[in-house]
Each structure stands twice: as structure tokens, then as C-alpha cells.
């Protein structure tokens, strides 16, 4: 089974903080995501990467950055966290392009609140 | 991002009866993928059923199933004898197949929440 796992359930910053939100996948996936869930928007894509070192800004990236030093791990940073930033941030990984096989897998979550 | 309308906020249904999430998408392409995710309370996302657009028959998974209408963008799950264990959100999702672009992101609707009552 793909497993998708995040360094943290719950998480409380305070503003002005930098906070790291880590992901790893197990199952050697090209591409990891990294998207913000919230009441009444649903996902909202903020930050992809299609390999190591790369990265693409998806439709929300003001405010984030993203790491991808390594094939497994994909990180999320908020350089400077503000009380807007509480939400649940999901990751997610898919593996190289395949017609029959093009599911996204997500990590558990990390629910965030911004104090 | 392409847009993904689910304009049912919330259902209810008893249990063993069936539901009908809708769910409309807008794109201009004429190939591409359709899912809906399930986010069951505090636990993982987890896919339900996939349609390809070029794949005129609906897409069915146990009592899952889609009714896929292209012309109108349309793309509704039908959940039949519910049970108390599809209690969750369920999410619809577009990912377009342009394979060069190596494009695999998701644009997902708002999100339906489904309640099955015993």
C-alpha cells in the first residue's frame, strides 16, 4: 500500500512564526502536492513538484514556499505564519504519468492553527 | 485551475436508501479525468470512482456509480444502499490528461457532506 504520511496531526504557531509541514511518501512517486482544505472552497493547490529540486506554483502559493531535496519528502513553509493561514493542509503524491493508474494518494493531513 | 461546481452543500439519507451528489466542470478540453474523493471524518482521502471523458460508459464501483454526461459537464455519484460507513465528505475532482505538460494536478469542487442516518 502507497503511504503518505505528515509530521503532524495538530499544530498551534504563533504569528509571525516560520513553520514547517513535512511529507513523505513510500512509494518512489515523481510528483507530490501540497494543498489547503477549507469549509466551503474545498482544495485549493498551492505549491507541486514534478521532481527533485523542481517546483510549480499552483493557484494559492502567496505566503508559502516548498522544499523537495529529496525524491521522498516534499515540505511546505510558511516563512512567516499569519492567523490566515489556519486551515488543514494535505499532501498528496501520484506516480509518473499512466492512463490506468493516475490516482492521487494524501497524507492524513496536518491541521494548523495560526494564533 | 479548471472549475469544479458541486452545489449541494450538505445531504442526508437513511440508511440502505440511495443518494445523488451532483457535480459540473468547465473546460475546454475534451479529454480528461474525473474523480470523486471520500474524506470520511479525521481519517484519509481516499478515491472512489474514476471516468475517463473518452469512455462513454459510466463508471461503476460496488454501489458506486457514476452518471457521466459530457455535452452538459456534468458528472454525478450515486451512492445506493447506504450504510452508516459512507458517512463523509466527497469531493469531485477534474485533472486534465495533457500528458506533455506533465500536469496531474486535481481542481476539486467545494465539497458534499453526506450524512447516513440508521
Known amino acids: 500500500d502507497v503511504k503518505v504520511t505528515q509530521s503532524s496531526r495538530y499544530l498551534v504557531k504563533r504569528t509571525g512564526e516560520k513553520v514547517f509541514l513535512e511529507c513523505v511518501q513510500d512509494m518512489d512517486h515523481e510528483n507530490m502536492f501540497w494543498y489547503r482544505q477549507d469549509p466551503g472552497l474545498g482544495l485549493r493547490l498551492i505549491y507541486f513538484?514534478?521532481?527533485?529540486?523542481?517546483?510549480e506554483k499552483g493557484d494559492i502559493p502567496e505566503g508559502y514556499s516548498v522544499s523537495r531535496e529529496k525524491k521522498e519528502r516534499f515540505s511546505l513553509i510558511l516563512e512567516s505564519a499569519s492567523t490566515n493561514q489556519t486551515s488543514m493542509y494535505l499532501c498528496a503524491s501520484i506516480p509518473s504519468w499512466d492512463s490506468e493508474n493516475n490516482e492521487q494518494f494524501f497524507g492524513p493531513g496536518t491541521r494548523l492553527t495560526v494564533l | 485551475a479548471q472549475t469544479v461546481t458541486q452545489s449541494q452543500p450538505e445531504m442526508s439519507v437513511q440508511e440502505a436508501e440511495t443518494v445523488t451528489l451532483s457535480c459540473t466542470y468547465d473546460?475546454?478540453?475534451?479529454?480528461?479525468?474525473l474523480f470523486w474523493y471520500k474524506q470520511p471524518p479525521s481519517r484519509q482521502m481516499i478515491l472512489v470512482i474514476r471516468?475517463?471523458?473518452?469512455?462513454?460508459q459510466n463508471a461503476t464501483e460496488n454501489r458506486f456509480s457514476v452518471n457521466f454526461q459530457k455535452a452538459a459537464k456534468s458528472f454525478s455519484l450515486k451512492i445506493s444502499d447506504s450504510q452508516l460507513g459512507d458517512t463523509a465528505m466527497y469531493f469531485c475532482a477534474f485533472m486534465t490528461s495533457i500528458v506533455p505538460l506533465n500536469d496531474y494536478k486535481l481542481s476539486f469542487g467545494a465539497g458534499t457532506t453526506v450524512t447516513v442516518r440508521a
Open positions: 513538484s514534478y521532481d527533485v529540486k523542481m517546483k
Open positions: 473546460t475546454s478540453e475534451s479529454n480528461y479525468y
Open positions: 471516468q475517463e471523458a473518452y469512455k462513454q
